[in-house]
């Protein structure tokens, strides 16, 4: 019984809001489980997804949080 837990942030998505639509989500869902069937052989029916949103705020990279990231790579491409 697999459960994947994807976290992503809350923008930048296709829809250009500021969270996951439910047909994205839908769309992960669907994905991941299959793939789980085809690379493992993990029945659909027993493979579970959790989608978690996270606040951008709340996401870091490189010791700094994203939007702070973001500025200071900005910065050196100037």
């Given amino acids: 019984m697999p459960i994947v837990t994807i ?3 809350r923008e930048g998505n296709k829809a250009g809001t500021n969270a996951v639509t439910a047909d994205e989500k839908a769309q992960l869902i669907k994905g991941v489980s299959e793939l789980l069937l085809e690379v493992l052989n993990k029945p659909l029916d027993t493979t579970f997804v959790v989608i978690q949103e996270v606040e951008l705020e709340n996401w870091g990279v490189g ?3 994203v939007p702070e990231y973001r500025r200071q790579k900005q910065a050196k491409k100037a």
Avoid: C, K, L, S
Wanted: glycine residues 16%.
């Fill in 63 to 65: 010791g700094v949080p």
């Fill in 7 to 9: 976290q992503v942030t």
